[in-house]
């Protein structure tokens, strides 16, 4: 009986037929009711019974895309299931990326007709496994909460999740606040070199008074940071200048060179220093 296949078209219509209990072709193989995609890491697709099987369409390869399409053409005269829209995992994961999407949707009608075909997606594997435990799943009860709250009142639900959404960012500004103030006066003090809080960076002098540190630890000498302070104060147009190996790309409410987003109060405080 043959078991190694000349292409993966050929591997995969051999594990359709179910007539081999195993079989391989490069990256693809199978055993019994079930077929995998470079490795046992990588469940491909699996019969659940004689006339269903379930298909891992979650890869994001372009090798194993082809792969997810060639068991979808290969295994069409079986009823067919697909795991975005059949696994609770999965489905939870996307009817909360598209609730936080809903929040400030421009057309929320896309995102909630979205929500409700996976909701129906996954009724549908649950109807037609009799699959009791999915239902009993806090992540299934979570997804039809959500689906009710739509359901009943659609842009009061929007509404509300608007609202908690601005609530919660600006519940992190506030604490990212209150950890860049914390974390400013131990990086002043120099007992830290560097931190990332948000996307501001901060200068410093050195110790010894010769370079002028970023929050990044990226170090320029006095000199040249004296000529692009002095640059900035007279006006002059400083996109492009070069200070050590960096490119000045912007000034507009914070100084951006290269990866460097440096607030201006941080600039202006390190540039009295060194302009004396």
């Given at each position: ?6 292409n993966?078209q ?14 391989r072709s490069?990256?693809?193989f199978f ?12 469940l ?5 019974d004689?006339k ?8 994001y ?6 792969h997810?399409g060639?068991?979808?053409?290969g295994?069409?005269?079986?009823k067919q ?12 994961r996307?009817v909360?990326s ?16 979205s ?7 996954l009724n ?7 699959n009791?435990?999915?239902p ?7 997804i039809?909460?959500i ?5 009943d009142?659609?842009?009061e ?6 609202a ?7 519940a ?12 400013l006066?131990?990086f002043?003090?120099y007992e830290?070199?560097?931190f990332r809080?948000g ?6 002098l050195?110790q ?5 540190e970023?929050?990044q630890y990226?170090k320029?000498?006095?000199?040249e940071a ?7 104060c007279n006006?002059?147009d ?8 960096y490119?000045?790309n ?10 460097h987003n ?9 540039g009295k220093l060194?302009?004396?």
């Amino acid at each position: 009986m043959k078991t190694v296949f000349s292409n993966a078209q050929d591997c995969v219509h051999a594990f359709a037929q179910r007539e081999t209990p195993q079989g391989r072709s490069g990256n693809v193989f199978f055993y019994g009711d079930k077929i995998y995609s470079y490795g046992y890491h990588y469940l491909l697709a699996e019969f659940i019974d004689d006339k269903t099987i379930v298909i891992n369409d979650s890869g994001y390869s372009n090798t194993t895309s082809k792969h997810i399409g060639y068991v979808r053409w290969g295994t069409r005269q079986y009823k067919q299931f697909f795991t975005t829209k059949c696994d609770i995992t999965l489905v939870h994961r996307q009817v909360l990326s598209l609730k936080d999407k809903l929040a400030t949707a421009r057309k929320p009608e896309n995102y909630i007709n979205s929500i409700l075909f996976l909701f129906d997606s996954l009724n549908e594997f649950i109807q037609y496994t009799k699959n009791k435990n999915i239902p009993k799943d806090v992540r299934y009860k979570e997804i039809k909460k959500i689906v009710k709250a739509i359901q009943d009142q659609p842009q009061e639900y929007k509404d509300k999740l608007a609202a908690a959404k601005k609530k919660a960012e600006l519940a992190k500004k506030r604490k990212e606040q209150k950890q860049i103030k914390e974390t400013l006066t131990k990086f002043y003090n120099y007992e830290v070199n560097s931190f990332r809080i948000g996307d501001t960076d901060y200068l410093r002098l050195s110790q010894d008074g010769e370079c002028v540190e970023t929050s990044q630890y990226v170090k320029v000498s006095v000199d040249e940071a004296r000529t692009l302070y002095k640059a900035i104060c007279n006006g002059v147009d400083i996109r492009g200048h070069r200070i050590s190996n960096y490119t000045v790309n912007s000034i507009n409410g914070t100084l951006k060179i290269g990866c460097h987003n440096i607030n201006m109060e941080s600039v202006h405080k390190v540039g009295k220093l060194i302009n004396k």
